[in-house]
Each structure stands twice: as C-alpha cells, then as structure tokens.
C-alpha cells in the first residue's frame, strides 16, 4: 500500500511555470514506475509523462519539450516541472505509481489554471 499527495498545482499566466510534487508514504525504490496523468471534468485522464523505476521517461506529445519529469528516491518524491504553460493545460494533474505486482495506487489530484 502506497499513498501519494500531491502538491503545487495553482494559479499561473500563459508562458509561466509550476513545478508539481508527489510524495509517496513509503518507499519508491521497488516501484515500477510513476507517473502524470491530467483530467478534465467529466472527462478520461490522458498521460502526461512517467518515470520508471530505472530512470527511462516517457512524455505525451502535449508533454514534450516543455514538461520534465523526475524523481528523487531519498525523498520518495516525483516531480513534474511544466515550462511554457497553456491555457488549455488547465487541468486537474493526478500523480500515480505502479507497484511491482501492477497495482496502481493514485493521487487526489492538484489544479492547475493557466490564464491567457
């Protein structure tokens, strides 16, 4: 059992930055990998980005080239830094990490709202 909290979502403008955080409540060395997902109301979550346990990454194309992710072992943290934010990256960004058997545990979720 893993519990993930999210923060640093909020409020930015167009071309701006945030730098999302997950903290999990254990140990994320045996995790296979985790990752970003984002939502809108009403709607099915897309990926944005994940790491493996190994370090490889993978990003969405919406993703690429603006957004990084990373993960700090010691601090049991994964990290999303968006650069060059949008209005239309304004989400709910959902944290997420597979176990080593596939279970998947998740975030509650942090808004982000780009202002054009």
């Known amino acids: 059992q893993v519990q993930l909290v999210e923060s640093g979502g909020g409020f930015v403008q167009a071309g701006g930055s945030l730098r999302l955080s997950c903290a999990a409540s254990?140990?994320?060395?045996?995790?296979?990998?985790m990752g970003w997902y984002r939502q809108a109301p009403g709607k099915q979550r897309e990926l944005v980005a994940t790491?493996?346990?190994?370090?490889?990454?993978y990003y969405a194309d919406s993703a690429k080239g603006r957004f990084t992710i990373s993960r700090d072992n010691g601090k049991n943290t994964v990290y999303l830094q968006m650069n060059g934010l949008k209005p239309e990256d304004t989400l709910v960004y959902l944290c997420?990490?597979?176990?080593?058997?596939?279970?998947?545990?998740w975030g509650q979720g942090t808004q982000v709202i780009v202002s054009s």
């Open positions: 997420y990490a597979e176990s080593a058997s596939g279970r998947a545990y």
């Open positions: 254990r140990s994320i060395g045996s995790i296979n990998a």
């Open positions: 790491i493996t346990r190994g370090g490889s990454t």
